[in-house]
C-alpha cells in the first residue's frame, strides 16, 4: 500500500468547514483513498473512500486531485463531536481489507 | 444490531502469562481482522481471519496467534507477555471483499 502525509494537528471551530489535507504521491492506479477517524476511547469509523472522482456523504466529502497525488477530506459543519483523530489510508479495494494507519490528524474542534 | 463486540473491555495480566481476547462481528460479515494500537500511535494489523482461516498476517510473532469459530466470531490469544504488548487491540470484520470495515471499541491490554 502506498504510503500517506499528513499533518499531526490542526485545529477548526465549530461551524466551520473542516478541511484535512493528505499526500499519497506514490499512489497506484488500483488504490482508492480512504478516511477513517477515530474518537478518543472508541473504535476507527470509516467516513468515505474514493478512486478518482470526488465523492460525497452525509459525514463529509473527499476531493481527489487530478493527478491522484493528494486528497483533502472536508467536514462542512463541524462540530465538538468531530474532535477526533482522522486517518486517510491507503489502499487496493479487496485486498482483504487490511488497513495500513499512519499517525493521522489530530483534529481539535473548537467553540 | 449490536455491531462488533469485544471483551473483555480492560484486561492486566503479568509478564509472561498468556491472554485471550474475544470479538464478535457485525451480523452478517464473515471477515475479522485484528489490530494493536499502542498509546498515541495509529492501528497496526495483526491478522485476518475468513473461512475459518488465517489469510493475512502482518509483522508480529509467533506469539500472536488466532481463530475463527463456524459462527464468524474470533478470538486473539497471546502467549509469553512482554510490558510491549501493553496496548489496545482492536477487531474488525467486514464482509468479504467489500470496501468499509467496522471496528469493536477494543480491548485494553495492560502488561505488568
Known amino acids: 500500500d502506498a504510503k500517506t502525509t499528513q499533518p499531526p494537528s490542526m485545529d477548526c471551530a465549530e461551524g466551520r468547514a473542516a478541511n484535512l489535507p493528505c499526500n499519497h504521491s506514490?499512489?497506484?492506479?488500483?488504490?482508492?483513498v480512504y478516511w477513517y477517524r477515530q474518537i478518543h476511547s472508541q473504535g476507527p469509523q470509516y467516513i468515505i473512500h474514493g478512486l478518482k472522482n470526488n465523492e460525497t456523504n452525509e459525514m463529509a466529502s473527499l476531493i481527489i486531485t487530478e493527478d491522484r497525488k493528494s486528497s483533502t477530506l472536508i467536514l462542512p459543519h463541524a462540530t465538538l463531536r468531530d474532535t477526533a483523530v482522522y486517518y486517510c489510508?491507503?489502499?487496493?479495494?479487496?485486498?482483504?481489507?487490511?488497513?495500513?494507519f499512519g499517525g493521522g490528524t489530530r483534529v481539535l474542534v473548537k467553540p | 444490531d449490536a455491531g462488533v463486540t469485544q471483551s473483555p473491555t480492560h484486561l492486566i495480566k503479568t509478564r509472561g502469562q498468556q491472554v485471550t481476547l474475544r470479538c464478535s462481528p457485525k451480523?452478517?460479515?464473515?471477515?475479522v481482522s485484528w489490530y494493536q494500537q499502542a498509546l498515541g500511535q495509529g492501528p497496526q494489523f495483526i491478522f485476518q481471519y475468513y473461512e475459518e482461516e488465517e489469510r493475512q498476517r502482518g509483522n508480529f510473532p509467533d506469539r500472536f496467534s488466532g481463530h475463527q469459530f463456524p459462527n464468524y466470531s474470533s478470538e486473539l490469544n497471546v502467549n509469553a507477555l512482554l510490558l510491549g504488548d501493553s496496548a489496545l487491540y482492536l477487531c474488525?470484520?467486514?464482509?468479504?471483499?467489500?470496501?468499509?470495515?467496522?471496528f469493536g471499541q477494543g480491548t485494553r491490554l495492560t502488561v505488568v
Open positions: 506514490t499512489i497506484s492506479g488500483n488504490e482508492y
Open positions: 489510508i491507503v489502499r487496493v479495494w479487496a485486498a482483504g481489507n487490511k488497513l495500513t
Open positions: 474488525a470484520s467486514s464482509k468479504d471483499r467489500e470496501t468499509e470495515a467496522f
Open positions: 451480523s452478517g460479515h464473515d471477515t
